[in-house]
């Protein structure tokens, strides 16, 4: 079994079908697709069963556990998982139909490759699409990941990557936060692997109002904690570990303008101080000055 397509899911079995064939659908017969259902009390279950038939044997496999998050399920899935490379898939996207085509090439002209990613093509409600293919890769990995910290791989993002499961050995996602979990995981990968791009799109993620991407309580939840999981002194370098500071004011500004667009304009300005105590240059960025003049006195 080359491939393990490894799909977490809660509560979307209105998604989960389309996500499933869009699998099905793709040339060949050397991938597997792992479900594992975090706790779901919709009919998720239902859908899965009644689509199986349609699947050939061994092709489809669920597994239930109790809610735990998306990190613990996707973890479940590498455990389980029976293919040398592994997808990382969301219920609620859906691969494109030559997906698969693609990974097979570039993993044929790349055989020392150990992480692979595409771009994505976002549909928004309206059925807008914008498509993001990946940035400028470097032969060094800090560099990599460097770029990666500051949104310079703009597709490499849950359902468009690829990686090889033999070096997971001790990489996992975590399990204590509910936003930015893929951040940590693809950033310990792009700190130590060889990374491959591949320029055409592989997944489409589609926008809802009840997506993870958009929950505020998820965001609450997590605050700084993913810094601390990302920045582990264990799985990066020390040149690694000194770009720690002006990650965390980028997450500490991306936490104040999600709480300055909530009306929580005390937290916002707490984290606005943050940023700029990480990284006292970042007062220069206008926009944010803008929006915590406004936020004073309220």
């Given at each position: 079994?080359?491939?393990?397509?490894?799909?977490?899911?809660?509560?979307?079995?209105?998604?989960?079908?389309?996500?499933?064939y869009?699998?099905?659908?793709?040339?060949?017969a050397?991938?597997?697709?792992?479900?594992?259902?975090?706790?779901?009390?919709?009919?998720?279950r239902?859908?899965?069963?009644?689509l199986?038939?349609?699947?050939?044997?061994g092709?489809?496999?669920?597994f239930?556990?109790?809610?735990?998050?998306?990190?613990?399920?996707?973890?479940?899935?590498?455990?389980?998982?029976?293919?040398?490379?592994?997808?990382?898939?969301?219920?609620?996207?859906?691969?494109?139909?030559?997906?698969?085509?693609?990974?097979?090439?570039?993993?044929?002209?790349?055989?020392?490759?150990?992480?692979?990613?595409?771009?994505?093509?976002?549909?928004?409600?309206?059925?807008?699409?914008?498509?993001?293919?990946?940035?400028?890769?470097?032969?060094?990995s800090?560099?990599?990941?460097?770029?990666y910290?500051?949104?310079?791989?703009?597709s490499?993002?849950?359902g468009?990557?690829?990686?090889?499961?033999?070096?997971?050995?001790?990489?996992?996602?975590?399990e204590?936060?509910h936003?930015?979990?893929?951040?940590?995981?693809f950033?310990?990968?792009?700190?130590?692997?060889?990374?491959?791009a591949?320029?055409?799109?592989?997944?489409e993620?589609?926008?809802?109002?009840?997506?993870?991407r958009?929950?505020m309580?998820?965001i609450?939840?997590?605050?700084?904690?993913?810094?601390?999981?990302l920045f582990?002194?264990?799985?990066?370098?020390?040149?690694?570990?000194k770009?720690?500071?002006?990650?965390?004011?980028?997450?500490?500004l991306?936490?104040?303008r999600?709480?300055?667009?909530?009306?929580?304009?005390?937290?916002?300005?707490?984290?606005?101080?943050?940023?700029?105590?990480?990284?006292?240059?970042y007062l220069?960025?206008?926009?944010?000055?803008?929006?915590?003049?406004?936020?004073?006195?309220?």
């Open positions: 079994m080359q491939w393990s397509v490894i799909i977490p899911t809660y509560n979307y079995g209105r998604f989960i079908e389309r996500c499933l869009s699998v099905l659908d793709q040339s060949g050397d991938c597997e697709i792992v479900i594992v259902d975090d706790g779901s009390s919709d009919d998720t239902t859908v899965v069963d009644a199986a038939k349609d699947f050939p044997a092709r489809l496999r669920y239930y556990q109790d809610n735990k998050g998306p990190a613990a399920a996707r973890n479940h899935g590498i455990g389980v998982a029976r293919g040398e490379f592994l997808w990382f898939l969301d219920s609620d996207d859906r691969l494109t139909a030559d997906a698969f085509e693609h990974m097979r090439l570039a993993v044929a002209c790349h055989p020392d490759g150990e992480l692979f990613f595409g771009g994505y093509r976002s549909v928004a409600k309206d059925g807008k699409t914008t498509d993001k293919l990946p940035g400028p890769l470097s032969p060094d800090t560099v990599n990941f460097s770029r910290l500051q949104k310079g791989l703009k490499l993002t849950t468009a990557v690829v990686v090889k499961k033999d070096i997971l050995a001790g990489i996992r996602f975590p204590g936060i936003i930015n979990e893929d951040v940590v995981f950033g310990h990968l792009l700190a130590r692997c060889k990374t491959v591949v320029s055409q799109v592989v997944v993620k589609i926008r809802h109002a009840d997506s993870l958009d929950n309580t998820r609450e939840e997590t605050g700084l904690r993913s810094v601390d999981y582990d002194a264990v799985r990066l370098t020390p040149e690694q570990m770009l720690r500071s002006r990650y965390q004011a980028d997450r500490c991306r936490l104040f999600s709480y300055f667009l909530s009306g929580d304009y005390q937290q916002a300005r707490s984290y606005y101080g943050q940023a700029l105590q990480s990284c006292p240059g220069s960025k206008l926009g944010y000055l803008l929006k915590f003049l406004r936020c004073i006195g309220k």
